[in-house]
């Protein structure tokens, strides 16, 4: 059996709190239960239990996250919590750790409020970068709201106080209730099919979460989404946040604010036209100032004064360039003969009928050359083969022979016989004579006494 691996309580701990804090479901969860043994410490921290008719959980809010809570957790409050489970290790007890609390009373709403929130910021819905700015001057604003109330009187009253120009068409719907999701889409689909709008603000009066809930369904969220034409949400009072808001190109504290978001002021473009005009006579005024004191300057000017005098020095210089350029003519005409001339007589020293004349007359001399060294080598050549004939005359054995003197071969005309120990008693042998040859038999030998002296001597 190998060795049993034995934890510290500490590692035990731990490693049950990594376990929790890699359980998806554990790392966002929502819980709700009723607040005991509540504590805010001085840290800012709130300790406290959750509990149901059947379980409790010992729970821990930290300052960073409950500073921004909408209301003030009391003991026996009755709240949805969310948040993520794990371990404390110092005393090994599992704990909720909450991020975000709402009461009770409204929790199911917030939480699906929550829970879309999520959904749809993750698929790109709230990206800043896919929206569109607004128009800066609209010619027709559509407003998608309630035909009663005080939202669409106070978007009226402001668009047609700011910009009275703008044409506004209004498209009613329901603000609450259960058909008042589909009501708005349905608008914001009308809008778009006509085409006809620059900008539409889509909204309603301030109410309660339940009252808003409209501004919250997903199929609003998406139908702002899909619109071609921007959109301003301007649903309830500065403190509300609907889905709508996120989704839309711009967010409106208020419907009145969603109107002068909407169009610009026309006391303000007014001003802004009048100090352009201002502006545009003064730059004018300046510019016909200036050209007026050029054309004064002009004016005065000896050239417009005295045209005849400045006429007078041109055509003396026109007379000053015409002379240069006849001499520039004449000594580019000069330069041109003396170039000609110089090429015709490179021309004529390289003529091709010279040049095989003189390579016919140095031909002529080197053939002379040639059969003068000829001669005079034939010459050279013819004496000293005389010499040599007449010392290999001299040399010759036929001179030898002539003398008296005979050549002995053996039998077949290979070997000269110099001496007694080439041959033997009965070889055959060939005598050449220096009038010819003959056919000899040894039948004797005789030893020079002579040689045998000195050969006995030896």
Same mark, same amino acid.
């Given at each position: ?197 620059? +900008? ?102 000896? +050239? ?51 040049? +095989? ?102």
């Amino acid at each position: 059996m190998g060795e049993q691996k034995i934890f510290s309580i500490k590692d035990l701990n731990r490693y049950i709190r990594m376990k929790l804090e890699s359980d998806s479901m554990l790392s966002d969860v929502w819980i709700r239960g009723e607040i005991s043994n509540f504590t805010h410490h001085s840290s800012g921290h709130m300790y406290f239990t959750l509990k149901d008719e059947s379980s409790r959980i010992k729970s821990i809010m930290f300052a960073s996250h409950n500073q921004r809570l909408p209301f003030v957790p009391k003991e026996g409050a009755r709240v949805i919590a969310r948040g993520n489970v794990s371990v404390y290790e110092r005393d090994g007890q599992y704990q909720f750790y909450a991020t975000h609390m709402q009461p009770d009373g409204i929790g199911s709403l917030y939480l699906a409020y929550e829970q879309l929130k999520k959904k749809l910021q993750e698929e790109g819905l709230f990206a800043p970068e896919r929206k569109r700015p607004l128009p800066r001057i609209p010619a027709v604003i559509a407003v998608v709201t309630s035909p009663t109330g005080a939202a669409v009187r106070d978007i009226l009253i402001t668009l047609r106080r700011r910009y009275p120009q703008a044409e506004v068409h209004l498209y009613p719907v329901l603000v609450q209730g259960k058909g008042a999701a589909p009501s708005i889409v349905k608008a914001i689909e009308t809008v778009n099919r006509l085409a006809e709008a620059d +900008v539409m603000i889509v909204g309603r009066g301030g109410g309660s979460l339940e009252e808003l809930w409209a501004f919250n369904e997903e199929i609003v969220a998406r139908a702002i989404y899909s619109s071609t034409i921007p959109v301003i949400s301007a649903v309830g009072h500065e403190t509300d946040f609907t889905i709508a808001d996120f989704t839309a190109d711009l967010r409106a504290a208020t419907p009145t604010a969603a109107a002068e978001l909407a169009v610009p002021d026309i006391r303000e473009l007014s001003d802004q036209v009048r100090q352009f005009v201002s502006r545009m006579n003064t730059a004018v005024q300046r510019r016909a100032r200036s050209e007026r004191e050029r054309l004064q300057r002009l004016q005065r000017s000896p +050239v417009l004064v005295f045209p005849r005098r400045y006429m007078l020095q041109h055509a003396e210089r026109i007379d000053g360039l015409r002379e240069r350029l006849r001499r520039a003519v004449q000594g580019r005409a000069r330069l041109h003969v003396e170039q000609n001339a110089r090429l015709r007589h490179a021309l004529e020293r390289h003529n091709p009928r010279e040049q +095989v004349q003189g390579a016919r007359r140095q031909l002529d001399s080197l053939r002379r050359q040639l059969e003068q060294a000829i001669r005079s080598g034939t010459k050279e050549q013819t004496a000293r083969l005389g010499a040599h004939i007449r010392h290999l005359d001299a040399l010759s054995p036929l001179k030898v022979m002539g003398r008296g003197y005979s050549l002995v071969y053996d039998e077949e005309e290979r070997t000269l016989i110099k001496s007694l120990t080439d041959v033997q008693p009965g070889d055959m042998v060939k005598i050449k004579l220096s009038d010819g040859q003959l056919d000899c038999q040894v039948w004797g030998m005789k030893e020079d006494a002579k040689s045998s002296g000195e050969g006995n001597g030896a």
